[in-house]
């Protein structure tokens, strides 16, 4: 029998030796990663942590629930606008009136794992689910649903709720689900699906990616990938150089190599924008004693050259806002009312209101396109005689700031940049300027009857055209306040190969089942 | 032997405890209601109490840190916010990779640091020295994250001789190995020059010992004078270097393992500090701390075993 020693010589001998061998990678090459054929390789910003539709975080999840899971509706786009249709798992889905929605599942629609077919009762538990979830807002006008058949049934809405289609059954948390898989798993889940029926199944890697395999037990119509690997990115700029290295086929891009690519497109590549639904402004608080004159106010909006912010901040890839309803919703603006770019007037104002030598605080997030936008607000102020001091901010002390609930600090908000996101329709970006939102989320701090009047009504309202009226009188308000400085809608850009048609959502979300070979 | 063990190990334990601590205040340092930061500005308030109850938010500071220290020496470092998984299991599943990319980082850097200290100590100030020096200099002063960068815009996207993101194919080793090549440069490369100039200093010193002199007068072969007599002594300092440096490599993989997209201990942690996940957070860069602390320690030990001078100096 040998025995094994270990001497201090031999060990000083073996970690050099050791050390060698950890430099052997490098054997792969090239070859090993180019995969070729019906993948398709995308990127995915984070894990997907909760695929429940009742407890997501709301992000990549719902790219994977519109591939695995039914629904009764997806959005439309014709021309600029946005619309829904039905999707292939219904027969029929009609809004009767306002506050009755039918719909007929398709035949044939069955559960992987054995849990059978899919049934109008697995609609009713996955809705009326939703009205105890995280995301039970997005069900608050939905009273209950009516089960007429083993595939019809019908939504019944607790009052006229005109966004339901495009905001809830479009969206994630109108994915619908077995309602026995679910059952069985306790009720809720994370990452792993109880039963799909999509397209695809679903696996992940925790870290590295999520695998879409072609669903065998699918019967509707076959997508034009077989598989899907969509690769766990963080940051945007190493998903582009992954891209352009060929081991992606889509990506989501940043504002400058969307403007770095529009002057100098890769080969074999193009850009799809999925959207802009997002809004950014100055905001004003009407309540602070420096800012309490409206003529103070419209100096303000006239003094901020937006041009310059979207060349010098943004590349000059962004689209100029005229209001808080986005490109391809009903009710954008197309211009402002009460104010354009015009120094004079800016500085008019201000002598007829007597303010001189004001100074104020602009307070921002610390990022990179809202600094240098600060910076640009900075420099047009103090041409019409305003100093601004910028504070930039992180993200914790920033979403707090305008909160009465969250300290005082609201008392002291004079000027600040700001950018929500929004749904395909214009209720959501309307409702967090309403009077109740004082002190909220309406950090303007203003107050009107005709605007909670026209929100309510907005809601309410079916006819396309009385709708689009209600929308530009209400942004009419915001901007009759003096409040707001209109900045841009950032869109939501992907660079992809032109051998593929990729289609999203308006605020970005792919849906690769519905992807094409060009 | 055991003394010196006995006072190492406590103090290793002292800096994993001072971690804890001084990792526990920043975190709850950080403005704002950490529900809030968590989860988000648009969170349901039902979602937000639920989130304080979970993570004792409801509690004194004080025996928050008590739960929290409880708990992490019974190995729970508590539950992801978002996945509500344990963070042990998370991390358990990133960390062979963030291993795996430090041991090859450091392989590679010994392999051409370690000759490249004994080339420049061999003729001292020659130009063979001197183009050591410049070597060696030039790889400390040039950043991680910009080694990755030009890596990966060089060999992955013009000439695409390597694979740009990710880690490879589970259960293909041929292609993990691919995956790890221009990472594990990016991450080793300041580790060459760290350890040549390590290297030559040590070797500066003994090639004048009496023993090495009494080599060569012996007609011994140059190349057996340097690694087979006078290495075997000048590398004891560089042992304690490479155990630090292991260390130094853990925070250097955080830019690599972004910039490649690959899954590891230090993109979890950042993935976690941008998301706000401060369970995982707290529970990644203890489990770092942790493994910092052991390699430090090993490498201590090892030194402790190899020269016994060094036992009676703690």
């Not at chain 1, 100029?320 to 211009?335: H, W």
């Not at chain 2, 992801?80 to 291993?99: H, K, N």
């Not at chain 2, 100590?121 to 060696?136: E, T």
């Amino acid at each position: 029998m040998t025995k094994l020693t270990t001497t201090r010589r031999g060990f000083l001998a073996s970690s050099v030796a050791l050390g060698a061998l950890g430099t052997l990678p490098g054997l792969g090459g090239a070859g090993a990663f180019a995969q070729t054929g019906s993948v398709l390789r995308l990127r995915l910003d984070g894990d997907n942590d909760v695929l429940d539709p009742g407890y997501m975080t709301g992000g990549t999840e719902i790219e994977a629930q519109k591939q695995c899971l039914p629904f009764l509706a997806e959005y439309s786009r014709e021309g600029g606008s946005f619309g829904w249709k039905p999707t292939y798992f219904v027969e029929t889905l009609v809004q009767r009136d306002p506050t009755h929605i039918d719909f007929t599942l398709a035949e044939g629609l069955t559960w992987s794992g054995g849990y059978g077919p899919v049934t109008a009762a697995d609609v009713k538990f996955s809705y009326e689910r939703m009205k105890e979830s995280d995301w039970s807002g997005y069900f608050e006008a939905m009273e209950r649903v009516d089960v007429t058949g083993e595939r019809s049934g019908t939504i019944v809405l607790s009052k006229p709720f005109a966004p339901f289609v495009m905001i809830t059954l479009c969206h994630g948390p109108g994915a619908i689900l077995s309602e026995k898989a679910v059952t069985e798993a306790g009720g809720r889940f994370t990452t792993r699906f109880p039963a799909v029926c999509g397209p695809y199944t679903y696996e992940t890697i925790p870290g590295q990616r999520a695998v879409f395999t072609a669903n065998p037990d699918w019967t509707g119509p076959k997508p034009a990938f077989d598989r899907i690997e969509a690769n766990v990115i963080t940051e945007v700029k190493a998903a582009e150089l992954a891209f352009e290295a060929g081991e992606l086929d889509c990506t989501e891009v940043s504002a400058d190599t969307l403007a770095r690519y529009r002057a100098d497109m890769p080969a074999g590549a193009e850009i799809t924008v999925a959207g802009e639904l997002q809004y950014m402004w100055m905001g004003m608080n009407t309540a602070h004693p420096k800012l309490q004159d409206v003529r103070v106010r419209r100096a303000i909006q006239h003094a901020v050259d937006v041009e310059s912010i979207l060349i010098g901040a943004y590349s000059g890839t962004t689209t100029k806002s005229n209001g808080i309803i986005c490109p391809g919703l009903l009710g954008q603006r197309e211009a402002t009312k009460f104010y354009d770019y015009d120094p004079d007037e800016a500085r008019a104002l201000l002598a007829e209101a007597g303010a001189s030598g004001l100074s104020l605080t602009l307070r921002t997030l610390n990022t990179q396109e809202r600094l240098l936008a600060a910076q640009i607000i900075q420099a047009n102020l103090g041409a019409v005689g305003i100093a601004v001091t910028v504070l930039p901010l992180d993200s914790g002390p920033f979403w707090e700031m305008g909160q009465e609930s969250k300290g005082d600090t609201w008392k002291d908000l004079e000027l600040w940049l700001m950018r929500f996101g929004t749904t395909p329709d214009p209720y959501e970006a309307t409702s967090w300027f309403v009077s109740s939102q004082v002190g909220k989320w309406n950090w303007e701090r203003w107050t009107s009857e005709e605007y909670d009047r026209l929100y309510e009504e907005g809601i309410a309202e079916t006819d396309p055209d009385t709708r689009r009226a209600i929308y530009l009188r209400m942004q009419d308000i915001m901007e009759e306040t003096g409040a707001y400085v209109w900045i841009n809608h950032e869109p939501e850009a992907f660079v992809h190969t032109t051998a593929i048609d990729v289609v999203a959502a308006p605020s970005g979300e792919l849906n690769y089942r519905r992807f094409g070979k060009a | 032997m055991l003394v010196y063990l006995t006072k190492r190990l406590g103090l290793s334990a002292a800096v994993v405890a001072a971690v804890v601590l001084v990792l526990f205040s920043l975190l709850h340092l950080i403005p704002g209601d950490p529900a809030t930061i968590a989860l988000g500005p648009r969170a349901t308030p039902e979602a937000i109490a639920r989130y304080a109850e979970k993570m004792h938010l409801d509690e004194p500071i004080w025996v928050q840190f008590a739960i929290y220290v409880g708990n992490a020496v019974q190995g729970d470092l508590g539950l992801d916010v978002f996945s509500d998984r344990a963070v042990s299991a998370v991390i358990a599943e990133r960390i062979g990779f963030t291993l795996a990319l430090v041991v090859t980082a450091m392989g590679w850097a010994m392999l051409l640091g370690i000759p490249l200290g004994c080339l420049a100590a061999v003729r001292p100030n020659s130009w063979s020295d001197r183009i050591a020096g410049v070597l060696s200099v030039g790889t400390i002063a040039i950043p991680s994250f910009l080694v990755s960068i030009w890596a990966l815009l060089v060999f992955a996207v013009e000439l695409r001789w390597l694979p740009a993101i990710g880690a490879g194919e589970p259960g293909d080793p041929i292609d993990q190995l691919a995956h790890l090549v221009l990472p594990a440069f990016a991450v080793g490369l300041s580790w060459v020059g760290y350890l040549a100039r390590m290297v030559r200093a040590s070797m500066l010193e003994v090639m004048n010992e009496p023993f090495v002199r009494s080599a060569r007068a012996f007609g011994l072969a140059p190349g057996t004078v340097v690694f087979g007599y006078a290495l075997r002594v000048a590398i004891l300092p560089t042992i304690t270097l490479i155990g630090m440096g292991f260390g130094g490599l853990i925070s250097s993989t955080v830019f690599a393992e972004i910039i490649f997209a690959r899954p590891g201990l230090g993109k979890l942690i950042f993935d976690a500090v941008m998301a706000r996940n401060f369970p995982v957070v707290q529970g990644a860069v203890l489990v770092a701390t942790g493994l910092y602390v052991v390699v430090v320690l090993l490498s201590d030990i090892l030194v402790a075993w190899l020269d016994p001078r060094v036992r009676e100096s703690l």
